[in-house]
T-cell receptor
Framework: RKEVEQDPGPFNVPEGATVAFNCTYS??????FFWYRQDCRKEPKLLMS?????NEDGRFTAQLNRASQYISLLIRDSKLSDSATYLC???????????WGLGTSLGVNP | DGGITQSPKYLFRKEGQNVTLSCEQN?????MYWYRQDPGQGLRLIYY???????QKGDIAEGYSVSREKKESFPLTVTSAQKNPTAFYLC????????????FGPGTRLTVL
């Protein structure tokens, strides 16, 4: 089993749609969880950290389920500018390494 | 402005030559990282350093070397021993207060001809 697994997609949705990405991780000692966004041929940028209680930032909502070792990202009212690859990231237990998923590709169409 | 700089953005080298990629940060971060990304693939950790004068191998260290003589700088050398060096190289850093969130430089795209 991969340490961090994501559905690679691609997800192609119309503008205004709601889309959900899922991610599972294998290390039960992980304490930090993130969603990053990466545009084509650019560096990854932090979209949001994921907290145990769940958190929301505008159209984006992240959820964490520690019992199931599962993280999700919900994007509401999709915009064309949301087209990117979304990376699920988990820290590797006590050290400061991060484990990166392969990413889920999203295309938002007019 | 605080941030991470990588230079150059694009780099071309002949096979068999060593090449050094620059990474500098003025965020006062302790930890720095080098990743490699290939088309359609995730980030793979090459080396990381949690403090000056110390560094550890990541998952794909063979054919690479690093140094961490200053807090601000973490250069990566791609040696001729690296079998497939053509890739997108990303440098990142983390501060002690950031709960492991990593900040990235813009990357260097290395092509070996």
């Amino acid at each position: 089993r991969k340490e961090v697994e994501q559905d690679p997609g691609p997800f192609n949705v119309p503008e205004g749609a709601t889309v959900a990405f899922n991610c599972t991780y294998s290390n039960s000692a992980s304490q930090s969880f993130f969603w990053y966004r990466q545009d084509c041929r650019k560096e990854p940028k932090l979209l949001m950290s994921v907290y145990s209680s769940g958190n929301e930032d505008g159209r984006f909502t992240a959820q964490l389920n520690r019992a199931s070792q599962y993280i999700s990202l919900l994007i509401r009212d999709s915009k064309l500018s949301d087209s990117a690859t979304y990376l699920c990231v988990v820290n590797a237990g006590n050290n400061r390494k991060l484990i990166w998923g392969l990413g889920t590709s999203l295309g938002v169409n007019p | 402005d605080g941030g991470i700089t990588q230079s150059p953005k694009y780099l071309f080298r002949k096979e068999g030559q060593n090449v050094t990629l620059s990474c500098e940060q003025n965020l006062n971060h302790d930890a720095m990282y080098w990743y490699r990304q290939d088309p359609g693939q995730g980030l793979r950790l090459i080396y990381y350093s949690q403090i000056v004068n110390d560094f550890q191998k990541g998952d794909i260290a063979e054919g690479y070397s690093v140094s961490r003589e200053k807090k601000e700088s973490f250069p990566l050398t791609v040696t001729s021993a690296q079998k497939n060096p053509t890739a997108f190289y990303l440098c990142a850093s983390t501060g002690t207060e950031d709960f492991n969130e990593q900040f990235f430089g813009p990357g260097t795209r290395l092509t070996v001809l």
